[in-house]
C-alpha cells in the first residue's frame, strides 16, 4: 500500500510563488529517493527535481534557481518551493519515489496536482 498524496496546488500570477507538498505512506522514506515531475497538455512528462535520501538535488535546466526541492522525513514529505513562477509553468505536477536500491524497481507515483500560471 504504497500512496503519495500531493498538495499545495493552484492558480497563481506570473511571478508568484507555490509550494507544493507529497506525503508518502508505506514506503522507507528515510532511504527512498524522491522528486517532481510535470506534465503540461499535449507534452511529456518532464523532470522537475530529484532528490536522493542525502542530495544534493538536481534540478532541469528550466526550474533551476527557481524551485527547490527539499524533504522532511520525519513527515514523510517532500516540498517542491516553486518561486518566480511563469506560464510556461503550468503543468499536473507528480510527485515521485523509488527504493535506491532496486536496480530497475517499482516508481511510485501520486495522482498528480494542477499548477497554474496565469495572468
Known amino acids: 500500500q504504497v500512496q503519495l498524496v500531493e498538495s499545495g496546488g493552484g492558480l497563481v500570477q506570473p511571478g508568484g510563488s507555490l509550494r507544493l507538498s507529497c506525503v508518502a505512506s508505506?514506503?522507507?522514506?528515510?532511504?527512498?529517493?524522491t522528486g517532481w515531475y510535470r506534465q503540461a497538455p499535449g507534452k511529456q512528462r518532464e523532470l522537475v527535481a530529484t532528490?536522493?535520501?542525502?542530495?544534493?538535488?538536481i534540478y532541469a535546466d528550466s526550474v533551476e534557481g527557481r524551485f527547490t526541492i527539499s524533504r522532511d522525513t520525519a513527515k514523510n514529505t517532500v516540498y517542491l518551493q516553486m518561486n518566480s513562477l511563469k506560464p510556461e509553468d503550468t503543468a499536473l505536477y507528480y510527485c515521485?519515489?523509488?527504493?535506491?536500491?532496486?536496480?530497475?524497481?517499482?516508481?511510485?507515483w501520486g495522482q498528480g496536482i494542477q499548477v497554474a500560471v496565469s495572468s
Open positions: 508505506g514506503i522507507n522514506f528515510a532511504i527512498y529517493t
Open positions: 532528490m536522493a535520501s542525502r542530495g544534493p538535488p
Open positions: 515521485n519515489a523509488a527504493d535506491p536500491r532496486l536496480y530497475r524497481g517499482p516508481v511510485h
